[in-house]
């Protein structure tokens, strides 16, 4: 592994005792760089698939369009899930609202009718 460090790095320099903890940094950096140059292969690959796919200029804008129409009809939908969520807030204020307002004439009825079973005169 020091061999092989060296060659990658020449200023590589072996350190007495930690030579087991600086060999394993490095090889983690080692193993990093290579997964990003497999990324990058692997991006390129990529580009040049679709490329292939696409080699009329004319399907490349068309396949651009309709990305840019997919956008926008997510963004319209997007615009009245939010109106629709506004929308409902608003209702369950109301709700909120017409339900205490129902409490409160419930508790005054209540109230009107233990006054008037008060008040009528009781049968022996």
């Not at 580009?47 to 696409?54: A, D, E, I, M, T």
């Not at 840019?68 to 608003?90: F, G, M, P, Y």
Request: net charge negative; aromatic share 6%.
């Amino acid at each position: 592994a020091n061999e092989h460090l060296r060659s990658i790095f020449p200023s590589f320099k072996e350190l007495p005792g930690s030579g087991n903890a600086l060999e394993r940094v490095l090889a983690l950096e080692l193993e990093l760089a290579e997964a990003l140059q497999a990324k990058k292969k692997t991006d390129i690959v990529f580009q040049s698939s679709f490329l292939k796919q696409h080699n009329d200029e004319s399907a490349v804008f068309q396949s651009f369009r309709d990305i840019n129409e997919l956008i926008q009809d997510t963004i319209e939908l997007r615009r009245k899930q939010v109106a629709v969520e506004s929308e409902l807030e608003e209702m369950q204020g109301r709700y909120s609202e017409l339900s205490l307002q129902f409490a409160e004439v419930e508790g005054e009825r209540q109230k009107l009718a233990m006054t008037l079973k008060a008040r009528s005169p009781r049968k022996q």
